[in-house]
């Protein structure tokens, strides 16, 4: 019986290996659920600042200069923007594909576009990533001295602005087999007072699918050690 429970033990352990679940990087620099009009986004072509107090005006994120700088550095991290309101080109009142800029030093001529997408409930989300800024900007991060977005919006309202870095991933858990002395002899017989496994149905205990590998082996190991 012993060989039986570990050669089971080892193919719980081989074909239900656990996972685990590997999430994006977050930095959350603004977050209102009701949404707010910024006070300097009266107009479509006013901006909200992110770091460095652009024009001298106060940042409406949560973060600092060197903060973002060490983002645009580091490589891989996306800004996320979830507002409403009507976008506007400034001279189109109602255009459907005016993008916000992310600008930085105050280089509003040369601001590089956020591509936005209706995520419903009248909410708009802009993202773009760092790299592909700083690749069309062709600057170095060091020389950032301030950030902001030029919203292209009419009553304009922010909800959250965001850094991710990376998707959701799963990672597999290394798979540890048996030692070769925890292998019983073949000739070894079960014991005389052995009782049958319970095959009745398990009840519904909420315990997550990826525990019950673990909690199978541990049965195993220790009715083989008793045995």
Known sequence: ?????????????????????????EKVVYDNPEGEQPPECANPWDFFGICGATWGRADSCDISVPDFVDLCQEGGWTLDIVYSGTPNNIGDANDPNADPKIVFNGDFDNGILIPHVDIGDGKLEASVALDDVMAAYGTDPVTISSACVQVFTGDFKLYSVKFTNGADTVAPVAVETPAADETPAADEAPAADEAPADTAPAPDTGIALAVIPAVMALAAVVVAKKH
């Open 1 to 25: 019986m012993k060989k039986v429970l570990a050669l089971a033990l080892a193919l719980v352990v081989a074909l239900c290996a656990l996972s685990v679940a590997v999430f994006a990087d």
